[in-house]
């Protein structure tokens, strides 16, 4: 039987869990490559079930535990990555803090390090949307409705690598921080490319936003509509598939 290389891999790390699986039912602590193995197939196997990506990853984050592994495997292995093919495509799985050292989990509930203030986002989206700390929050998807003039010049106040899914029609309060250091947004939807602080490039960002449809909170009020914050998704996409013109 002729496999292509993807199958192979997917056969090879299959055998790699039954063994890591085997070792624990024995009562032995894994060691990194096992911890991998049993982590990664899981995930793929919870993929081909036709369980959601943030499904997925929530019960990731509960197969094992400290108790599992041996002394120094969590400080080794910070994440398990793996490309897993779900109903609605292949996805790169990265599991953060598999055996559940640190206690930031999504942020929506406890105190995180760096947090300053909170922000409410509701996803109106028919899928599930990830945010991470590193994207200015006023530029973030269009089907997500937030106070994008109270989240401009701020960001999600959660580790560095995580990320926060959001699942269709769900309301969550995230902490969110300054950006901090020169304070310079180059990127993201390209609104900005300056200075945050500049008042002009404030006014012509915000109002930008709203008229391409993204979904907004004006005033404690909502402002746009989702088939507009659908729009919006498919000239981004357009955009970037064309890349930047000469």
Do not use: K
Not at 1 to 12: Q, W
Not at 81 to 105: C, N, Q, Y
Not at 122 to 133: C, K, P
């Amino acid at each position: 039987m002729a496999l292509t290389p993807g199958e192979s891999d997917r056969l090879l790390l299959h055998l790699q869990a039954s063994l890591a699986q085997r070792r624990r039912d024995r009562g032995l602590l894994l060691n990194v490559p096992e911890a991998t193995a049993l982590i990664a197939d899981a995930v793929c196997e919870w993929a081909r079930d036709g369980l959601s990506l943030p499904e997925t990853l929530e019960r990731a984050h509960h197969l094992l535990s400290l108790d599992d592994v041996l002394p120094g495997v969590a400080d080794a292995l910070g994440e398990v990555r793996v490309e897993a093919r779900f109903d609605d495509g292949t996805r790169l799985v990265v599991v953060g803090d598999p055996f559940g050292v640190s206690d930031g989990g999504s942020g929506a509930e406890g105190t995180t390090p760096g947090a300053d203030g909170e922000i409410v986002i509701t996803n109106e989206a028919t899928t599930a949307i990830g945010l991470t700390s590193h994207i200015h929050l006023a530029e973030v998807n269009p089907r997500l409705r937030l106070d994008r003039a109270g989240a401009y010049g701020r960001r999600l106040a959660t580790a560095t690598g995580e990320t926060v899914w959001i699942r269709p029609g769900e309301s969550v309060t995230l902490p969110t921080a300054d950006i901090r250091g020169g304070r310079v947004v180059v990127g993201n939807t390209g609104l900005i490319d300056g200075p945050l602080d500049d008042p002009d490039i404030r006014a012509r960002a915000l109002t930008t936003l709203r008229s391409c449809g993204y979904l907004d909170v004006v005033d404690g009020a909502p402002f746009g509509e989702a088939v507009d914050a659908e729009a919006a998704v498919a000239a981004l996409v357009r955009t970037q598939a064309e890349g930047p013109r000469s």
